[in-house]
């Protein structure tokens, strides 16, 4: 398997769009591709800090089979139409507010949309932190989308962004959108 590094970009196993390894928290990567040498194996264990953590949303569709906690149950399954899944109402700017219940510098957050249908709902999306619930200043990043039913979306924040609170927003300002996500990981790099 030959992998090489390609600045902003994260797939989990390999992606030959984005010559990027992933196994079990581990990336392997190359040089920036200047470097004609021989392959260099590097690794970085991530860990997912938002697993069974507290979840709010903007709204909830048809509680309790969308509750804002499947986001982070740590399960990917599909269980008939969108059930089992977190599901805003549709609205103006709807958005997922994760309490990591301490600090952390985060380098990657993972969305794993809706596995049923309607996946391109999933676009215009910011993810930003903060140390407070109600002010999010530290940018991780943005998809621009629109995402396709079961993508898998992983934004990589251009710095480690540090924040106890992680906020998901669909950025509308003149349509109703809702937010649908089957799995939301926060990941942070282990010393």
């Known amino acids: 398997m030959v992998c090489v590094r390609k600045t902003g970009c994260v797939a989990f196993f390999f992606s030959l769009l984005d010559f990027l390894c992933q196994v079990e928290g581990r990336i392997l ?6 470097d004609p040498g021989p392959w260099t194996y590097y690794e970085m264990r991530m860990k997912n800090v938002a697993t069974l953590k ?7 569709h048809n509680p309790p089979n969308h509750s804002p906690r499947y986001s982070v149950d740590g399960k990917v399954a599909k ?11 549709g609205q103006l700017g709807p958005w997922m507010l994760i309490d990591l219940m301490n600090v952390f510098d985060v380098s990657y957050v ?21 140390e ?34 992680v906020r998901i927003l669909i950025n509308n300002s003149l349509v109703d959108s809702s937010l649908t996500l089957r799995e939301i990981k926060v990941l942070v790099i282990e010393d």
């Open 29 to 34: 990567l190359s040089f920036d591709g200047s």
């Open 54 to 60: 507290a979840v709010t949303m903007s709204s909830e």
């Open 79 to 89: 269980i008939g139409q969108a059930v089992e899944c977190s599901h805003t109402l």
């Open 110 to 130: 993972t969305l794993v949309n809706r596995l049923d249908e309607h996946g391109e709902r999933l676009q215009d999306v910011s993810i930003n932190l903060g």
């Open 132 to 165: 407070t619930a109600v002010s999010f200043p530290e940018v991780c990043g943005k998809f621009t989308g629109p995402a396709e039913t079961a993508e898998v979306v992983h934004v990589t924040c251009e710095r480690p962004a540090r924040g106890r609170y």
